[in-house]
């Protein structure tokens, strides 16, 4: 269910933001013409549910009671934790992958002269769409490990969208330095660079900026595992 | 722990009233439901802080750091815009508010409970959305009018500002308390179509944040002309007056504005009538 | 009074009930029997208007429970103990039950002094027992004061102390002449409680007969006799057409002929008979013969013979650390 719905995100991202681009495209356009962030744009709502999902794995054990069958039928609680957190990495890392393959051959088709051509071995390209689905992953996580931390569905998801989605939309309201340099170290503003092609000055680029979001994902991680280890169920 | 005694206390009750009688009857039984979570008080005075605190902050950041706005930027400069811009965060509060009203029942099944002291679901929704709303708004005028007056007063003496007797001004604070009560009731009817919390708000956070953020600055199309300044989020950005280009005018907007509540609603009731609760 | 007529309930392709027909009466305990997953709490949520039937009809008081204007005071129900707000109090629950039906505060005092919760009226539910969140249903059931009350497996979890609570408590409110109707699983609680039965499994009505009715009908009756001679009263006994089973320390189990007879004859014969005992077949075996057809999800025979479980399951290797 989750996962249709964010092949429909993809791909209606990919079709919405690409098509029609060709005729608002200036000469002016063509300095910070990114294919990247025009056909992957459907991550950006794809996240959203990605992160819930990943929030529920855990949540969900945590409302319904069944984490105590599982924590008594396995009481290596970060093996368990661990355990989710690879299965889910390979299911939905595979799965978004191809969505993000999915999505940058859809827009692609869209993106019509005068519109430079783009193509899978240009460079930087196969790091943005490969890294499309590596980011959607990363958030899935992040959103698995609040959930193991927080417990309750309403404060993971409310504490992901708040870091992951809110935060990017506050600091673009600042206009001094301040929300420059805060977005460019924040989970998202890093995380987002894997995506892009164009990186501006205040940004660190693909694959740093994907390890700093990485960071922030191990650290929750590892507060998690500190947690569910010394916790009441 | 016999019964019998009580037999005789409680009066045999009418078998005909009046639709109002019943109606207030439900409203004071909704009443009595909100007024004990605890998680509602709590919200709201986050929400106010947060919003105020968002003005604030926004604001001061313009009055310190004026001298390095471009010549360009402060021509289009305004100062609602600016002192306003923490609807597009604040009004996920209320959304989500709206749906954890409805959505507290559904987790745990008391629902049930709910639907067979009162088998007339419309009227129990229609309690429900009537009471958030009769928070919301008050509410949501503290939040808009506190982040105008604290927002203008940092803005004061370094930038331009307005002032509340200004022409526009008045009607674009009471368009920010419309949208903000309208995204209330559109939390509480996407409550009841989502039933669950996570999908409730999900659904809150896509329609009014990630949606925005995804599709309002792409090249305007037929197609983006026909669909996005109908949103909800820019019907919004019209009445409390942002710079998006291409969105309604404001009567219109006013008018959707109170369609987009009035249409989940229906689609709500309509979903409670033929349903198994 | 509660009326079912072929009342139906499909879930996508799978029937929950079946064209089921019944009448719940007043002055009465019935019991709604049945395995799990039967379609007992399908036709209670029906009866509440909760679901809708997907054909058939069903009343109480004469009237479709949705057309109800004041519900409360006709039909109480505890569906789900739990299906509260864990951070509301129970007063305030009850409060907002009773506001909905236009019932004033004074009663909700009345029925928790009546459930015994009076002390933790303005506790948080969440940090009830289940028994305590039980008896806060059950509160919600009087609020009403209502002629029909609906109990969906009410002593689930409780302690013996509770139990005996319900049922006590379930049996004066059908004495003072209003409709009960209880569900459960539970044989010899229903024993215990109910003078009707209703019995269903896999969504049809398999018996709705007077307790003692279904237990008479159901039961192979039989006459448990030890003599002082025990080889030559079977003798006689099987003489006269009785069929007689030797058990190995003597007693014989007879049918085919009651205990009067039996006594009768042997006062003719001359016989000294140290017992005679009536064995009517308990609830248990009753129940157990009539949804036998019907048990959903029955576990396989081979499976409880196939022995200790430790045998059956290899034990995983050690890890070592």
């Known amino acids: 269910m989750v996962l249709a719905a964010t092949l429909l995100a993809m791909v209606l991202g990919a079709w919405m933001v690409s098509a029609g681009y060709h005729s608002s495209y200036t000469a002016a356009d063509r300095a910070s013409f990114d294919p990247g962030d025009l056909t992957l744009r459907g991550v950006i709502v794809t996240q959203l549910l990605v992160g819930a999902l990943g929030v529920l794995t855990v949540t969900g054990e945590y409302t319904s009671g069944l984490i105590r069958t599982t924590f008594i039928a396995t009481p290596q609680r970060g093996q368990v934790l661990a355990m989710k957190a690879l299965i889910f990495t390979t299911v939905v890392g595979v799965w978004c992958t191809g969505l993000s393959f999915v999505a940058f051959f859809v827009g692609r088709s869209f993106l019509t002269a005068p519109v430079p051509p783009v193509g899978l071995g240009d460079p930087g390209v196969p790091t943005a769409v490969f890294g499309g689905g590596l980011y959607l992953a990363g958030v899935g996580l992040f959103g698995m490990f609040l959930g193991a931390l927080l ?8 504490a992901l969208v708040g870091v992951m989605m809110v935060l990017p939309v506050v600091l673009a309201l600042l206009p001094g330095n301040t ?8 989970p998202a503003g890093a995380g987002f660079q894997i995506w892009h092609l164009v990186h501006s000055g205040h940004s660190l680029g693909a694959w740093p900026g994907f390890a700093l979001f990485t960071a922030y994902a191990a650290a929750t991680a590892a507060a998690a595992f500190f947690t569910i280890r010394r916790r009441d169920v | 722990m016999s019964s019998s005694a009580s037999l005789a206390t409680l009066p045999p009750p009418a078998r005909t009233v009046s639709r109002t009688r019943r109606a207030r009857a439900v409203l004071a039984a909704e009443w009595i439901k909100l007024r004990s979570l605890r998680s509602l008080p709590v919200t709201l005075v986050v929400a106010a802080v947060f919003c105020v605190g968002l003005a604030a902050l926004v604001c001061s950041d313009y009055a310190g750091h004026w001298k390095d706005v471009s010549a360009a930027d402060r021509n289009t400069f305004d100062p609602l815009t600016v002192n306003f811009g923490f609807l597009r965060i604040g009004v996920l509060f209320f959304g989500v508010l709206g749906a954890l009203v409805v959505t507290s029942e559904y987790g745990n099944g008391l629902i049930r409970t709910t639907f067979a002291a009162t088998p007339q679901r419309g009227l129990v929704l229609a309690a429900k959305a009537a009471l958030l709303g009769a928070l919301a708004l008050p509410a949501s005028s503290v939040v808009c009018f506190a982040a105008f007056f604290v927002g203008q007063g940092l803005l004061s003496g370094h930038v331009p500002t307005v002032h509340i007797g200004d022409p526009g001004v008045l009607g674009h604070l009471l368009g920010a308390v419309a949208y903000l009560t309208a995204t209330g009731l559109c939390g509480v009817f996407l409550g009841v179509l989502a039933r669950g919390t996570a999908v409730a708000m999900t659904s809150v956070f896509a329609l009014f944040l990630m949606l925005p953020v995804t599709v309002d600055e792409l ?5 983006w002309r026909y669909t996005v300044p109908y949103l909800p989020s820019n019907l919004g950005e019209t009445v409390w007056h942002s710079h998006t280009t291409g969105l309604l005018t404001a009567g219109p907007a006013w008018a959707l504005l109170v369609l987009w509540p009035a249409g989940l609603g229906t689609l709500a009731a309509l979903w409670l009538r033929h349903h198994d609760a | 009074m509660i009326e079912a007529k072929a009342l139906t309930k499909r879930y996508g392709g799978k029937t929950a009930v079946d064209g089921i027909d019944f009448q719940v009466r007043p002055g009465s305990v019935t019991g709604f029997l049945g395995p799990n997953g039967a379609g007992k709490s399908t036709t209670m949520r029906m009866i509440l208007g909760l679901d809708l039937p997907t054909a058939g009809t069903v009343t109480v008081d004469g009237r479709d429970y949705r ?3 004041w519900p409360l005071h006709d039909v109480g129900a505890l569906l789900d103990a739990r299906a509260v707000h864990p951070g509301r109090s129970a007063y305030n629950h009850l409060h907002s039950l009773a506001a909905a039906n236009g019932i004033g505060r004074a009663r909700v005092d009345v029925v928790l002094e009546q459930v015994g919760l009076t002390s933790v009226a303005h506790k948080r539910v969440g940090g009830f027992s289940l028994g305590m ?26 302690d013996p102390d509770g139990i005996l609570w319900i049922r006590t408590l379930m049996r004066s409110l059908a004495a003072e002449g209003r ?16 003078d009707h039965l209703l019995v269903i499994g896999r969504g049809r009505l398999l018996a709705d007969t007077p307790l003692s009715e279904l237990i008479a009908r159901h039961s192979a009756e039989r006459v448990e006799v030890r003599a002082a001679d025990p080889r030559r009263l079977t003798a006689d006994l099987r003489a006269v057409g009785a069929r007689v089973a030797v058990e190995s320390d003597g007693t014989l189990a007879v049918t085919g002929m009651g205990s009067v007879g039996i006594g009768e004859l042997a006062a003719a014969r001359g016989h000294v008979l140290h017992q005679l005992h009536d064995v009517t077949a308990s609830l248990e075996q009753a129940y157990f013969r009539l949804t036998g057809e019907s048990v959903e999800y029955r576990t396989p025979v081979s499976a409880l013979e196939a022995g200790p479980t430790s045998k059956a399951v290899p034990k995983p290797e050690a890890v070592s650390a």
Do not use: C, W
């Open chain 1, 151 to 158: 417990r309750r569905t309403a404060a993971a998801l409310a």
């Open chain 1, 179 to 186: 929300g420059a340099l805060v977005s460019e170290y924040s």
């Open chain 2, 219 to 223: 090249p305007h199309t037929a197609l």
């Open chain 3, 67 to 69: 057309g109800k204007v």
């Open chain 3, 133 to 158: 969140a039980q008896r806060l249903g059950i509160a919600g059931v009087l609020l009403g004061n209502p002629g029909t009350m609906l109990f969906d497996e009410p002593v689930n979890g409780l």
């Open chain 3, 179 to 194: 409709t009960v109707l209880v569900s459960s699983h539970l044989m010899s609680e229903m024993a215990l409680t109910a």
